[in-house]
């Protein structure tokens, strides 16, 4: 497609001026706005919108996931009675991978995105802060929402205040458990009988095999990245 | 004592009539020391050069044309402009806080520039801009009534321009050097055809005196000579740089040319300066070609209804030139140099030609 | 007339020789003996982007532009090699930051060539979406800062109050308002229901409509003409020689596009024309992206009238189709590209950006990671272009090229 070399005559000339000068005086006069008086209106954002993160302590299983995808390291795991994930605000940035990763669908996002910390150090956020939406201040008497409906974008105000927490379904996942696939390949370190959690891996001295105790095994996956033979995976439990 | 009374007598001889307020004025004359007071403040000339049309409401109009401008330009933007200096009323005290703001800045002179020359000419170019305000009429009150005003207001008006080189040639910056020398060209560009253009008109009423071309419009100026009018409204956007011929401050090519150095209270201080030539140039306009200060009589006003038509007027012209700082982008400054020498000088003689063929039939 | 200089010692400005600027003091001292003028226009400038630009003028006209790249450099090809193929996807978004889906899928796709991942028809529809939405980002973007640098603070406001509409789509579809980091290997990270492809359907038409204001108080202003036209000009062969990439190539008579040349994804199914200008001045560079947004709005509504249905995530990857919430970690956290070197050519909003991945078959992390943007390609054009003008074009072709510096340092 050729874009043609433009030379405007002078009739064209001032066309164009008159053109360019109706647009400012008509929009002078019944302006198009777009503007949203923050913080006293609120934007209304889909529920897919990524957030402040929130945490659910009973799903999670400790296993490691979000602090090792984390493209930032800003998950670091702290220890309580188990091992749960705190938050460094200051690397943070928002990109969800951790929401993806976790197998039990124990973080989940929320429509908050405006906190203002007082100092650095408040935002690295312990377990404790994230297992509910940060507390926010909230001035805002309106929600904004865009209305693009035939070629028209208005923007719609309503006297209500939005909601910021965001329910949505835990992610369905099989669940797996931990298995041996060559025990005859097995050094015997015992790395993976230390790392589990629940205790569920016994070395057997005599068969110089592994035992995994199945109903103790939440699949957590510690083992599988801690065998140095690389000889354990996550299987599907039928 | 006599020469108190000797200034009473003349203070009196020529005091400004208002009749809305005539009893306070009486009463108040009564008294012996407050009538000294009350005669200097309404005699005319005081009153024409101190509070209007003169430095009252320049300053209330500053405080008003920053606000305008930028609420006007938000508007056709798409946006909504300054609203929260005082959220009752919209923030239409923004200017007030800028200025305020300004006065606790820190003013830097940095080392290479020339020290008194750099404090002293931002105070010095006030006085081209301000003698202008003493010979201009609005009725009766006037500063100084002369048969030359025309040519002396614009005599004045040329010398502000020297002024501004001399702003950037103190600062001693290599952006303020390439500002000075393209205010220099500017210069050059509108100042020829704007002089033929004025001169057009002093031809069209026959006199140089303001009160002559007053009574000489009973058709406006604009439509006795139309080709002067568009000259002089497009040397009013060159001449106190305002879009699209904002070569000389360029903001993004040559960070803000002469100004560039200038921070704290000198900053405020030049940046009024533009605003207060198109103030002085738009009372100019409104006198040549809009008709003045004539407009229907209000009795009660007395001699103050002139001075509110002129003040009308003179701010509906600023406010129709303030749109156009929204539609135009800026002209490169060889193209503008080639519109002044160009259009601008063949338009201001078909001017000339017009208006003395008008004026010798008037 | 001719012209000939005194031999007069002139001593320069010690500030030219105080800051570090990578200039020799030769040039210094012959620039002055000949009577040029040497401007810095630096880093902080209003006027410059962020990059040091040393222009010698003489007079009002320029005769050569030294640019000095670099302030905005982080490091990002190095930082790459010590981060998993997945993290690096965030890293390589950031340089630029509107265009942030055409980089992620020049990236992506390196790593499925590399292991040989087939992606479902209704992903490469999604993918193709979100990268025409990010082309129109970012030319949006580049006419908002040309009309910011000729003074024009109007078409400043417009396309940035358009492109909240374009951020609106993205927040519909992927949830971020940019750097959406959707785009995974092997498909995208979550599918989009047909309400949401409804509604971009119709931004669509509502960015058309405000498009047109915008047209008639910029694009056709008889002042932004006067300053873009015959500007700056390249003809074809020196566009050529000087290995100038994307719309500024296209502005110069030369018709190459990359998604015509070797498509991918599907846009060899659908029919769009590639526009071509010939006088190579810095208006026809403007004419050729404004009317490259209205060929990727018609791109994006044959998509939305032609997606199929099916799965978004390839069956390589993940079980789930739909979702790869909970499996991400176990499907892509650890895959280790087989030994070699895979390269994707990929048309980014300003030109062709050139992934390169060097893998040596044992780590999963990447050995070496090769990014060329387009910014960094077409630098030399740009400066050539700008020999002979006066200094007040220096704004106006720094504009019409679009030239982003972080994107150019990376």
Known sequence: MMIKKVEPSLTERIKDHIDAITTAVIQAIKPDRITIEYPRERRRYPEVFRGFIVFDKNRCISCFRCAQICPANAIKMEFYDKYYPSIDYTKCIFCHFCVDSCPTGALKTSKVHDVAFKSLEEMHLHTTQITKVPDIVREDKVTVEYEIKGGEWKLVRKKELDRLEVEVPPPVVKPKKASCKEPESCLGCRLCVAICPQEAIKFDREKSMIKIDIDKCVGCGLCVRQCPMQILELKVVE | MGIVEYLYGIFTSNMINIPLIKPIVDYLMGIPGVNFIVALILWRPFFAIAIAPGLGVLMLYLLWIVYFERKLTARVQW???????????????????????????????????????????????????????????????????????????????????????????????????????????????????????????????????????????????????????????????????????????????????????????????????????????????????????????????????????????????????????????????????RLGWSSMLGLSLVSLIIGVAVGWVL | MDEYYLEVPVEPPKEVRSYFIPIPPEYVEETYRTDDFLVLVGPQHPGSGHMRLIVRVHGDIIKEVIPDPGYVHRCVEKLAENRLYIQNIPLVERPAIMDAANLNLGYVRAIEEALDIEVPERAKYIRVILAELCRIGTHLYDAAILAVFIGHTTGFMYPFGVRELICEALVRMTGARFTASFIIPGGVRRDVDNKVLKSVYDITFAIEKRLKTFEKIFVKNPTVVARLKDVGVLTKEEAIKYGVVGPFLRASGVEYDVRKVEPYEVYDELTWEVPVADAGDGYSRFLVRVNEIAQSLNIIRQCIKRIPEGRVISDQICENGKDIRGNLFDSLANIVLPAGEYTTLTECGRGTAIFTIVSDGESNTPYRLRLLTPGWLYLRGFMESLKGERLADLQAIYGSFGYFPPEADR
């Open chain 2, 79 to 337: 946006r909504v402009g300054p609203l929260e200096v005082c959220r009752p009323i919209r923030g239409l005290i923004q200017a007030l806080a800028d200025g305020i703001r300004y006065f606790f800045q820190e003013a830097i002179v940095h080392r290479e520039a020339h020290r008194p020359y750099f404090i002293q000419l931002p105070i010095l170019a006030f006085i081209p801009v301000l003698i202008p305000i003493m010979f201009i009429p609005a009725g009766e009150v006037v500063g100084i009534k002369s048969d030359y005003a025309i040519q002396l207001i614009v005599a004045f008006l040329a010398l502000i321009p020297i002024t501004i080189i001399a702003i950037g040639w103190a600062s001693n910056s290599r952006f303020a050097y390439i500002g000075s020398v393209r205010e220099a060209f500017m210069y050059f560009a509108y100042e020829v055809p704007f002089v033929i253009a004025v001169i057009s008109m002093i031809f069209l009423y026959g006199s140089g005196s303001l009160y002559v071309a007053v009574e000489k419009q009973v058709v406006p100026g604009a439509i006795l000579n139309p080709v002067a009018f568009i000259v002089y409204i497009i040397a009013m956007l060159m001449a106190t740089s305002r879009l699209p011929f904002e070569i000389p401050e360029a903001d993004q090519e040559i960070a803000f040319g002469p100004f560039v150095e200038y921070s704290g209270i000198l900053f405020g201080l030049v940046m009024t300066l533009a605003y207060e030539k198109l103030y002085i140039m738009a009372l100019l306009f409104t006198i040549l070609f809009l008709g003045g200060w004539s407009g229907p009589a209000i009795p009660i006003l007395g001699d103050l209804a002139p001075v509110i038509w002129l003040v009308l007027k003179t701010v509906v012209v600023i406010s129709i030139l303030v749109i156009v700082r929204s539609i135009y982008a800026r002209y490169r400054l060889d193209q503008a140099l």
